[in-house]
């Protein structure tokens, strides 16, 4: 081979080095990645926790810790872990949460009682805000599913009597209804005499249509429902183990919510709570942030292109410059 | 203090004085409150208004009982309010837990029921006899064996601990009146406020899964009208309006009656000061129960109101006839030849009511029991 081609090959192989490190700095190695979207082809089992789908997906063990930034503080929230995974099929995207929980508590009719209840937390614009809700400026969408809306639509919506099943009330001035009476449903009292449903309040309505809240958060105590509910799902309780689904389209057009594209990391977080410990608020046990990635493909490796032809470029200059000069000395 | 948010008083504060030594315990009030804003479903066990027997009824039970004793005693620069008194304890504020905005306790759904618990159930503090063998029973200063009526609504508290305790701002307290209100729209069941509240005045819808608390009849206020509870009382024992927040606006705006009986006769006295939220439901107190009970429970001014309670002039006298007079706020009083008069906040004349009640004999023909 001519001193010609070694020169040439020297110089590439002076040139890839530095595309190497340019190409790492812009485009980093791929980071960890906690929870993989796999790609599906089926529809998803949005109502099936228990589905054969979810087998796609290898769950990742999440650690959960006290959310200490802002009162009030529970130090000590009961749930440690829980199992996150998620599947999509290029239209919905759905996640999956298992974790640990001895008592099932559906109710909220009781001063003293509280729900189970999961939250996923995604930031709506690039990058990463703030963990505790976001931030001015940098909003989160957050999916909250509750265990009492969960029975609600179960079963029916829970009032005074699922825990005084023997009170009786013969008639309340604002019922709407006909003899012979039952205890009438709120839905049968006129609007104007149920505050928190006149006012538009979600936690009031008596007719839930799914058991996960879409809210949008800019930061602590902003929290806020929003107007379109675009997540649906279900959860499940058995032997001590709550199985929560979530799903929605990768891309609802709202731009108030969170955008997942295909082949995209994104930051999401959990919280759990526990309502036999009363959690609620900011008393929950959340995760750090962690990266979700929606695969694109079923290619396993990530495509960093100047850094692949920066590194196809050392090998093959590498090879070139090291082999024996077939020309005799 | 602790108090987590800015000091911010209202133009005017939404403030009552309760006379408890004419307090009968009929709870008109309760009932007027209940069939106003409380009888849809969820609040079936809900009393804005209530009315207990002291010293061991309570609504919520024993919700007195269990804050007192998680604040511990605390002191007062002296007891008996001489040249004023200074607070040198903690507040709920100051003695909160970590991680907490104020000390306190969520009620469980069981102490809410039986509101009227312990009615007309007296205590003695005579150890050796029991109340039927007390031989002095009616004696003053204190009497032996006694009980007295509390009514208690929310006091619109100038630093209100349920404001300061909702994580999201649901609750506010407004400018115009100072009247404090959970936002129905925003509030998300979290029970922060009924944890924290030293007064347990916010409540738990069970059907609307969200908190509600007595709004001051803000509707009835804004057309400068009393509250239900205020307008009903039978005794005669309330008088309502809207007082300057401020103590040195207050004395200076003497002809307002509720100023004139809270900041310059000092006749009527906060409910638990010692909590720090400064309540704006005033009570005069009642004349025969023993001191000490009287100055945990309206600190130390009690010496004071009762002196000046017990040996009132033609002015004081007056102010306390225009009590229930007439439903509409009184903005400003006059006393003049035997008459109290009262007017609006325009300046018009609204009550005339005599102090001296004229006494009419009837002539025999007409007596109905000779």
């Given at each position: 081979m001519g001193n010609k081609n070694f020169i040439i090959a020297f110089i590439i192989f002076l040139l890839a080095w530095p595309l190497l490190f340019i190409g790492s700095a812009v485009f980093p190695f791929p980071q960890q990645i906690d929870v993989v979207s796999k790609r599906v082809s089926q529809p998803l089992p949005i109502t099936d926790p228990s589905s054969n789908l979810w087998v796609n997906a290898l769950p990742n063990e999440i650690q959960l810790g006290a959310q200490t930034v802002t009162k009030p503080i529970l130090a000590t929230p009961?749930?440690?872990?829980?199992?996150?995974?998620?599947?999509?099929?290029?239209?919905?995207?759905?996640?999956?949460?298992?974790?640990?929980?001895?008592?099932?508590?559906?109710?909220?009719?009781?001063?003293?009682?509280?729900?189970?209840?999961?939250?996923?937390?995604?930031?709506?614009?690039?990058?990463?805000?703030?963990?505790?809700?976001?931030?001015?400026?940098q909003p989160v969408n957050i999916w909250q599913w509750r265990g009492d809306w969960q029975e609600d639509i179960n079963n029916v919506y829970q009032e005074v009597e699922a825990t005084y099943p023997n009170m009786w009330v013969d008639s309340y001035p604002s019922a709407v209804s006909e003899p012979p009476y039952n205890i009438p449903k709120i839905a049968s009292i006129d609007k104007l005499f149920v505050p928190g449903w006149n006012a538009g309040n979600p936690i009031s309505q008596p007719i839930k249509v799914t058991p996960i809240s879409d809210h949008i958060a800019e930061g602590f105590s902003t929290l806020t429902f929003k107007p379109?509910?675009?997540?649906?799902?279900?959860?499940?309780?058995?032997?001590?183990?709550?199985?929560?689904?979530?799903?929605?389209?990768?891309?609802?057009?709202?731009?108030?919510?969170?955008?997942?594209?295909?082949?995209?990391?994104?930051?999401?977080?959990?919280?759990?709570?526990?309502?036999?410990?009363?959690?609620?608020?900011?008393?929950?046990?959340?995760?750090?942030?962690?990266?979700?990635?929606?695969?694109?493909?079923?290619?396993?490796?990530?495509?960093?292109?100047?850094?692949?032809?920066?590194?196809?470029a050392l090998i093959g200059t590498a090879v070139v410059l090291l082999r024996r000069p077939t020309r005799s000395l | 203090m602790d108090y987590p948010y800015e000091e911010a008083r209202p133009k005017r504060q939404y403030a009552a004085v309760f006379n408890v030594n004419k307090c009968i315990g009929c709870q008109t009030c309760t009932m007027s409150c209940k069939s106003t804003w409380t009888y849809s479903k969820g609040q079936e066990h809900m009393w804005w208004n209530n009315v207990e027997t002291k010293p061991y009824g309570g609504y919520p039970q024993f919700w007195d009982h269990k804050l007192l004793e998680k604040l511990g005693p605390n002191k007062w620069s002296s007891a008996t309010g001489q040249n004023g008194s200074v607070y040198?304890?903690?507040?709920?504020?100051?003695?909160?837990?970590?991680?907490?905005?104020?000390?306190?306790?969520?009620?469980?759904?069981?102490?809410?029921?039986?509101?009227?618990?312990?009615?007309?159930?007296?205590?003695?503090?005579?150890?050796?006899?029991?109340?039927?063998?007390?031989?002095?029973?009616?004696?003053?200063?204190?009497?032996?064996?006694?009980?007295?009526?509390?009514?208690?609504?929310?006091?619109?508290?100038?630093?209100?601990?349920?404001?300061?305790?909702?994580?999201?701002?649901?609750?506010?307290?407004?400018?115009?009146?100072?009247?404090?209100?959970?936002?129905?729209?925003?509030?998300?069941?979290?029970?922060?406020?009924?944890?924290?509240?030293?007064y347990k005045k916010p409540m738990y819808n069970l059907a609307t899964r969200i908190s509600e608390k007595c709004i001051g009849c803000y509707p009835?206020?804004?057309?400068?009208?009393?509250?239900?509870?205020?307008?009903?009382?039978?005794?005669?024992?309330?008088?309502?309006?809207?007082?300057?927040?401020?103590?040195?606006?207050?004395?200076?705006?003497?002809?307002?009656?509720?100023?004139?009986?809270?900041?310059?006769?000092?006749?009527?006295?906060?409910?638990?000061?010692?909590?720090?939220?400064?309540?704006?439901?005033?009570?005069?107190?009642?004349?025969?129960?023993?001191?000490?009970?009287?100055?945990?429970?309206?600190?130390?001014?009690?010496?004071?109101?009762?002196?000046?309670?017990?040996?009132?002039?033609?002015?004081?006298?007056?102010?306390?006839?225009?009590?229930?007079?007439?439903?509409?706020?009184?903005?400003?009083?006059?006393?003049?030849?035997?008459?109290?008069?009262?007017?609006?906040?325009?300046?018009?004349?609204?009550?005339?009511?005599?102090?001296?009640?004229?006494?009419?004999?009837?002539?025999?023909?007409?007596?109905?029991?000779?």
């Open positions: 009961s749930i440690k872990s829980v199992m996150v995974s998620s599947i999509h099929n290029s239209s919905w995207i759905a996640f999956r949460l298992e974790w640990k929980d001895l008592t099932r508590n559906v109710s909220t009719t009781g001063t003293e009682y509280y729900q189970d209840a999961a939250a996923l937390q995604f930031p709506i614009l690039e990058g990463t805000p703030f963990l505790g809700m976001g931030e001015e400026g379109e509910q675009q997540v649906i799902g279900r959860g499940v309780w058995e032997d001590g183990t709550w199985i929560v689904v979530y799903a929605r389209p990768l891309d609802t057009g709202d731009p108030s919510d969170t955008k997942f594209t295909i082949g995209e990391d994104k930051s999401m977080a959990i919280a759990v709570w526990d309502g036999a410990n009363r959690e609620v608020d900011g008393r929950k046990a959340v995760s750090a942030w962690l990266m979700m990635r929606v695969e694109g493909s079923s290619f396993p490796f990530s495509l960093n292109i100047i850094v692949e032809l920066a590194s196809v | 040198s304890g903690k507040t709920i504020f100051e003695a909160a837990p970590i991680g907490e905005v104020a000390l306190g306790y969520l009620p469980e759904d069981k102490e809410w029921q039986s509101p009227n618990i312990y009615e007309d159930t007296p205590t003695t503090t005579d150890p050796d006899k029991g109340p039927d063998e007390s031989v002095d029973l009616v004696n003053l200063p204190a009497h032996t064996t006694w009980f007295f009526y509390l009514q208690r609504i929310c006091n619109h508290c100038t630093h209100p601990a349920c404001l300061a305790a909702c994580p999201r701002k649901a609750i506010y307290k407004r400018q115009e009146d100072g009247i404090v209100l959970i936002d129905q729209n925003r509030c998300r069941g979290y029970r922060k406020c009924i944890e924290l509240c030293p009835r206020v804004e057309q400068g009208i009393e509250a239900r509870c205020m307008a009903a009382c039978v005794g005669k024992i309330r008088l309502q309006g809207l007082k300057n927040s401020l103590p040195e606006e207050a004395e200076a705006n003497a002809e307002n009656p509720l100023n004139y009986l809270i900041h310059i006769k000092k006749i009527a006295l906060p409910l638990y000061p010692q909590y720090g939220t400064e309540p704006n439901i005033y009570y005069i107190p009642p004349r025969w129960i023993p001191k000490q009970f009287l100055y945990q429970m309206f600190g130390p001014g009690v010496d004071e109101a009762l002196k000046v309670y017990s040996n009132m002039d033609e002015e004081l006298l007056g102010v306390l006839s225009l009590f229930r007079s007439t439903q509409k706020i009184l903005e400003k009083f006059n006393i003049n030849s035997n008459q109290a008069v009262g007017y609006d906040a325009k300046g018009q004349e609204v009550i005339r009511v005599p102090i001296d009640e004229p006494v009419i004999v009837r002539p025999p023909k007409y007596h109905n029991t000779s």
